[in-house]
């Protein structure tokens, strides 16, 4: 597993419980990056993507940008849990059915930072 939950915190809505519980409101801010000296993903070799993964994952998980972020190898979990991740925006459809290496980090327990890595763009 993961370590991304169905009934995460992010998805509280899930839940059915409160007096606002029929309404769910979701945006979302984009930003796209591309790592200096790498391909871009449409052109990046598995090698590339590989290496685009590693950089990725240590930087990340190093930024501090939350108390918590999960690393999550998206081609080690099975379709249903991509298509959960999918459900909850925290990735795209096509992120979700990619077979090159890709990734994400999410942070936990609030969900509130999502960072597709090799999907359209490394980050």
Request: with cysteine.
């Amino acid at each position: 597993m993961s370590g991304l939950t169905p009934q995460g915190a992010g998805a509280e809505w899930l839940k059915n419980e409160g007096t606002c519980c029929d309404v769910v409101m979701s945006s979302r801010v984009r930003l796209a990056r591309n790592f200096a000296g790498y391909p871009f993903v449409n052109r990046a070799r598995r090698e590339d993507r590989v290496q685009i993964m590693r950089v990725a994952e240590r930087h990340i998980l190093g930024a501090g940008l939350a108390p918590e972020i999960l690393w999550v190898d998206l081609s080690e979990l099975p379709e249903l849990e991509r298509l959960v991740l999918v459900e909850r925006h925290l990735i795209s459809t096509q992120h979700a059915k990619g077979d090159e290496p890709r990734g994400l980090a999410v942070s936990s327990p609030d969900e509130r930072i999502s960072i597709m890595v090799n999907e359209e763009d490394h980050l």
